[in-house]
């Protein structure tokens, strides 16, 4: 799935919330950065130009480094992205990419089996990973003075891994990843539509068809010998970008990055990953049961890529339809008519194409039918004419202030260092802070209408009805 | 230029000047013999908390934080679900609740629309021990979004089509939780470690009969009762300056005025468990089983709390810690495993916990129990100093961001903490030994007094849990969980 928080991000090494899986993550909402302010030429607008000032440079192995300062507190957030994700994924190993990222954790040449923790809890850091389509991201936040420890595990997993790689240490995590899986979708109501999602949305020759978490038989089938090839495929340097962040001298984390990163060897080439643009070409109706009191539905459209025209839209879109009481969707469904517990959408974006989801659960006594009538009545609304000023501009401030608060953490998932990550991966540019929220601050309403015209089409869209098992008849009706 | 283009620039040079090709190894490989050592810890400075005073003896304390234009202010109340009147669990909570659906002259829909195009981030709750309202605002927006907030706080219309409408709400959320195996254990657990009469016996949004039960009169004698100045503390921590905020906010609150202010009822200690029994909520086809497992912890102001959190982060509350290494990395039987003390005014619950799949409920079981006794008897050195390193050493990671020291504010005011706590942490933790870690697992965590609470295929696990003889087991239905729908 595209943009994958929504449903199949992995963050392996703590729990997460159940709000956590189901939060969609507005990637381009999260967003982080020291800020700098330079006075802005908007005739006395208090405008702030938000910019995340950083250095940049290649090691001869094609590591690709992003240095950025900021000493609000003594921490430094160490984070790597491999450009590999489960699109990279061969038939028969779904949900290899994520399996592998459990593996980097289990030491490496020169780091015994649970001394990556051990060594990095005694300097008081912390650490996780996350898997999604595209990507796979690990980091480590630790005090200033345990820089070098954290690069040193970083790299020797690099340059090491397989040293330490047994058919041992694979069927562990293969056991932990099962239960993640059972956890996090098959014992949690509405999983299952999680675990399908992307299967109806995507075409069988698209990279996003299958679930990150992968299938329970290929996660039996995952064997010591993929893990080897896969390393030697996709984690190279040279397929890979470092951010140093936090309380760092910059001198001194370049010199450090250098010693401890230079001698892992260069990898095999990656070859750009491309796919067709997926097409949904109908309107596909399906109804899953689960083990649930209340129906809900999924009304899923395919929609522009990360970062492409029309992506930044469609969040927009998602805001005006379901962002806060009166928001289109939210003011009819739960507010006025009192006939849906809750409501949300969200624009999910990939490298390769990106999901637009509208999701609403149904009250006791209410069919999803109805539900679905309101929310196409709505989206027939904002097709027709386009938003007030004023539903643009609370979108685009409630977006403005996320931009300001998400600068407030450089480490973890979707701190600053993250962040930087993730315009160098999509964008080419680290600090793209400021043209991201330009994204969004020059849309007139006329856009966000055509976007709604163009991508939220009826015939081109999926219905998923999620039911009590034994209840059909709360799904929305088959087409007539 | 692009990345890739800039990478094989950089290479071509690199190469004219002889080092090794791709694919060698470069020549100054470092020493990975061992881990590097670490360099001096860095202290922290964290800017003062500012202490003053409202005219009306308001406290406010301020800490200012200058790297981002944003400020996060929140009104705390020292009452929360314990002040909950008896035979009213959830008022607390629903009160919390309302107080934005509606207040001052304003609507919910003009509370919601207008803070919403500040891009303000307004949030109220209410806890075991405190109600709060957090925003979280842009500075440049902080002064249109205070006169909302405080009417939020103080104004609340409490209009019944608004109270029908949230009653609405969470009566589904009560029924969805019937849903969710880890809520359904949880609750159990409570219920099986407190009793339903105990407050901390049921959820903090009450039950179903008390939610169906809640009249607008309920919600203002509450609201009347316990927001009240000398019960309350405003915490704000952004890029702003004390006097100037001081004065903003004498404006809004200084008005504020005790009615009759009285402090709520203390929650009385919980009787502590005597012997060991087991729940086990049947949910047919259950993946995994949902494992509880705990008994009464003591409150915040215990003198053992840093001990404690060093003895917890041993036991199961790190990812190297004993239950996460034996459940997930050696046994593979979970994704996870922890344990927490739950700390509140009164005594909150200790719990040891883990989802792990159906065909190794019993296995689990047993390794459950061998840790709980085993850090009893054997703490090593090397544990404990990697465990207060971990704990000391992190805490910046704690109070990063304006609404992580809020939060530390709130908990200094709720729990009367003295002045001056955030910034003995680090040594407080330091003073711990290994002494202190072994004789707080032994006085606190006791396995042979301890309730279990199961969520799972009872036709699948029940043998395998009956031969364990862990103590008498019942079986209880999600009715006798949550109570009458």
């Not at chain 1, 979708?185 to 999983?191: A, M, Q, W």
């Not at chain 1, 600068?407 to 701190?415: I, Q, T």
């Not at chain 1, 999509?426 to 793209?432: C, K, L, V």
């Given at each position: 799935m595209p943009g994958a928080e929504v449903t199949f991000t992995a963050s392996d090494r703590k729990f997460i919330g159940l709000g956590e899986i189901m939060t969609r993550r507005f990637a381009s909402v999260l967003i982080a950065a020291a800020l700098v302010l330079a006075p802005a030429s908007l005739g006395g607008q208090e405008t702030a130009r938000l910019s995340v000032p950083y250095t940049q440079f290649t090691l001869a192995n094609g590591l690709d480094v992003i240095l950025h300062e900021d000493h609000t507190v003594p921490l430094v957030a160490v984070n790597a992205w491999y450009?590999?994700?489960?699109?990279r994924e061969k038939p028969g190993r779904t949900g290899f990419a994520h399996l592998f990222e459990h593996l980097m954790f289990e030491g490496s040449g020169h780091v015994p089996e649970g001394d990556f923790d051990n060594w990095l809890e005694a300097a008081g850091g912390d650490n996780n990973g996350s898997t999604d389509t595209d990507r796979t991201n690990y980091w480590e936040t630790v005090p200033s003075n345990a820089l070098e420890l954290a690069l040193f595990l970083e790299s020797d997993r690099m340059g090491y891994l397989l040293g330490a790689m047994s058919p041992e240490k694979v069927n562990g995590q293969r056991d932990v990843v099962k239960n993640e899986r059972r956890q996090s979708?098959?014992?949690?109501?509405?999983?299952v539509a999680f675990l399908k999602l992307s299967e109806l949305m995507f075409p069988p020759n698209h990279p996003y068809h299958w679930p990150v978490i992968g299938s329970m038989e290929d996660l039996t089938a995952a064997s010591y010998e993929d893990v080897v090839q896969f390393f030697k495929n996709y984690y190279g340097p040279n397929n890979t970008t470092l951010v140093v962040a936090g309380d760092i001298d910059p001198v001194e984390a370049r010199r450090l990055v250098e010693k401890w990163f230079s001698d892992v060897p260069r990898g095999a080439p990656v070859p750009p990953l491309s796919a067709p643009t997926p097409v949904l070409g109908e309107e596909k109706r399906v109804t899953l049961e689960d083990q649930v009191q209340l129906p809900q539905l999924f009304l899923g459209w395919l929609t522009p890529s990360y970062f492409h025209p029309g992506d930044e839209a469609m969040d927009v879109v998602a805001r005006v339809l379901a962002f806060g009481k009166n928001s289109r969707l939210y003011k009819r469904l739960v507010y006025d008519l009192q006939i849906a517990q809750d409501v949300s959408a969200s624009q999910n974006s990939g490298a390769l194409g990106s999901m637009f989801l509208v999701t609403a659960t149904a009250r006791e006594g209410h069919g999803l039918s109805e539900i679905e009538k309101v929310i196409a009545e709505e989206i027939t609304k904002l097709k027709a004419q386009p938003p007030e000023a004023r539903e643009l501009e609370r979108a685009v401030n409630q977006i403005e202030s996320a931009f300001y608060g998400a600068?407030?953490?450089?480490?973890?998932?979707?701190?600053k260092a993250d962040r930087l990550n993730l315009y160098e991966f999509?964008?080419?540019?680290?600090?793209?802070f400021a043209e991201d929220l330009a994204r969004y601050t020059s849309l007139d309403p006329l856009d966000v209408q055509s976007a709604a015209r163009a991508h939220l089409r009826d015939d081109a869209r999926l219905v998923l009805s999620v039911v009590p098992a034994g209840k059909k008849s709360l799904a929305v009706e088959k087409k007539p | 230029m692009s990345r890739e283009s800039r990478a094989a620039t950089a290479l071509l040079l690199l190469l004219s000047v002889?080092?090794?090709?791709?694919?060698q190894t470069a020549a100054s490989a470092p020493d990975r013999s061992k881990p590097p050592a670490l360099g001096p810890v860095r202290p922290l400075q964290l800017p003062p908390v500012q202490k003053l005073r409202l005219s009306n003896g308001l406290p406010v304390l301020v800490v200012e934080l200058h790297e981002v234009p944003v400020v996060q202010v929140n009104v705390v109340v020292r009452a929360g679900a314990g002040a909950d009147p008896r035979g009213k669990p959830g008022l607390a909570s629903i009160t919390a609740d309302l107080l934005d659906e509606g207040a001052g002259s304003r609507s919910a829909l003009a509370i919601a629309d207008e803070l919403d195009y500040l891009g303000a981030d307004l949030r109220t709750r209410a806890g075991w021990d405190a109600s709060a309202v957090a925003l979280h605002v842009p500075v440049k927006r902080f002064g249109a979004a205070l006169p909302i907030f405080a009417d939020v706080v103080l104004r609340p219309t409490f209009a019944v089509a608004e109270l029908d409408r949230v009653r609405k709400d969470r009566l589904t959320e009560l029924l969805q939780l019937r849903d969710e195996p880890s809520a359904i254990a949880s609750v159990a657990f409570a219920n099986a470690l407190y009793g339903r009469d105990h407050r901390y016996g049921v959820p903090v949004i009450g039950t179903e009969t008390a939610v169906r039960g809640f009249t607008r009169a309920d919600l203002a004698a509450f609201h009347e009762r316990v927001y009240q100045p000398g019960n309350s503390a405003i915490v704000v921590v952004g890029d702003v300056t004390a006097p100037a905020v001081q004065a903003q906010l004498e404006q809004a609150f200084g008005g504020w005025k005790a009615a009759n202010p009285r402090t709520p009822a203390a929650v009385p200690a919980a009787t502590q468990v005597r012997d060991r029994g087991i729940w086990i909520v049947d949910r047919p086809g259950s993946a995994q089983t949902e494992i509880r497992i705990g008994r009464i912890g003591p409150p915040r102001s215990t003198a053992d709390y840093f001990p404690l959190t060093v003895m917890n982060t041993i036991l199961g509350g790190s990812f190297t810690s004993r239950l996460m290494q034996n459940l997930r990395e050696q046994h593979g039987y979970a994704y996870g495993a922890r344990s927490s003390f739950d700390y509140r005014l009164s005594t909150g619950p200790f719990v040891a916990g883990a989802a792990v799949q159906t065909d190794k409920t019993g296995p689990a079981l047993t390794e459950f129990f061998n840790e709980l006794g085993a850090i009893r008897r054997t703490v090593t050195d090397a544990e404990v100093a990697k465990a207060k390193n971990y704990v000391a050493l992190s805490f910046p990671s704690e109070v990063e961001t304006t609404g992580d020291i809020a939060s530390k504010l709130e908990e200094q005011f709720v729990h009367g903490l003295p002045d001056g706590w955030l910034d003995s942490f680090v040594a407080s933790v330091g003073a711990v030994t290994a002494a202190d870690v072994k004789r707080v697992a032994e006085q606190y965590v006791d396995p042979a007094k301890v309730v279990i609470a199961l969520v799972g295929d009872r036709r699948k696990i029940e043998a395998e849990v009956r031969a364990l003889n862990l103590g008498p087991l019942k079986v209880r239905t999600a009715a006798e969980i949550f109570g009458p729908r």
């Open positions: 450009h590999v994700g489960s699109a979708y098959e014992n949690r109501p509405y999983g600068l407030e953490r450089v480490g973890g998932f979707g701190g999509y964008t080419g540019r680290p600090d793209y | 002889g080092v090794p090709a791709p694919g």
